[in-house]
């Protein structure tokens, strides 16, 4: 299985992005797909996540509102759409798949996804 990331690059605070996360290889429809960050001298946080199914989605609480994500299963791809952005929103972002979720739960927890794609910058100027 390989993720490939795009979409990041510098945006000024209010702005939008969209990042998408492309699955290929033996892929499942029954995939969690989640965003990650890892914003300069922090740990990673999980961001948003979206199952591959039912289209359970979970946002961290200071994007809600701001940040959507949808998948396209056809295209094998799923999107994070960023608005209203905030310098602290400031990171590099990864998209990760866990292969055995559990139904209708979005786990948050970065060791449950098995797979990672590369990390994608996003900067946020003030």
């Known amino acids: 299985v390989q993720l490939q990331a795009s979409g990041g690059g510098l945006v000024q605070a209010g702005g939008s992005l969209r990042l998408s996360c492309t699955a290929s290889?033996?892929?499942?429809?029954?995939?969690?797909m989640g965003w990650f960050r890892r914003a300069p001298g922090k740990e990673r946080e999980f961001v948003a996540g979206i199952s591959w199914r039912g289209g359970d989605t979970y946002f961290k609480d200071s994007v809600k509102g701001r940040f959507t994500i949808f998948r396209d299963n056809t295209k094998k791809t799923a999107t994070l759409q960023m608005n209203s952005l905030k310098p602290e929103d400031t990171a590099v972002y990864y998209c990760a798949v866990d292969i055995n979720p559990a139904p209708r739960i979005v786990t948050t927890v970065s060791t449950m996804y098995e797979y990672w794609g590369q990390g994608t910058l996003v900067t946020v100027s003030s």
């Open positions: 290889g033996r892929t499942s429809t029954n995939w969690l």
